[in-house]
């Protein structure tokens, strides 16, 4: 690529980035009155955020085994009250383990 393309490139990044953040403030003037609108405008981070994460915890690893494994003994760990710091220090514990007596 050229520096012309980069460049062109990085500006549409840019505008795309910027109008997706900028138009809904200027369109919506008052407060969300619909509740299934609030309520799914509520989700949409999380959901954003499970469908960027869930494929990399299972494909990062060595075997996709090790992944599962990982994600089911956190969610387990989450699930009985502990923290995000310690769940993620299990499910990393976990993967390395796991990853080392699959070799």
């Known amino acids: 690529m050229e520096n012309r393309e980069i460049i062109i490139c990085i500006l ?3 505008i795309t ?3 997706i953040r ?3 403030m200027t369109l919506i003037k008052g407060r969300i009155q619909n509740v299934y609108l609030r309520s ?3 989700y949409v981070p999380y959901v ?3 469908v960027m994460t869930f494929p990399a915890i299972i494909e990062t690893t060595m075997s996709p085994i090790s992944g599962i494994v990982a994600l089911l003994v956190g969610i387990v760990a989450a699930w009985r ?3 995000l710091f310690p769940v993620a220090i ?3 514990a976990i993967a390395y383990l796991m ?3 699959l070799l």
Do not use: E, K, R, V
Request: hydrophobic share 55%.
């Open 12 to 14: 549409l990044a840019i």
């Open 22 to 24: 900028i138009l809904p």
């Open 99 to 101: 990853d080392g007596m």
């Open 90 to 92: 299990i499910c990393c």
């Open 48 to 50: 954003t955020l499970a």
């Open 17 to 19: 980035t910027n109008l």
């Open 81 to 83: 009250g502990a923290g």
């Open 40 to 42: 799914f405008l509520y």
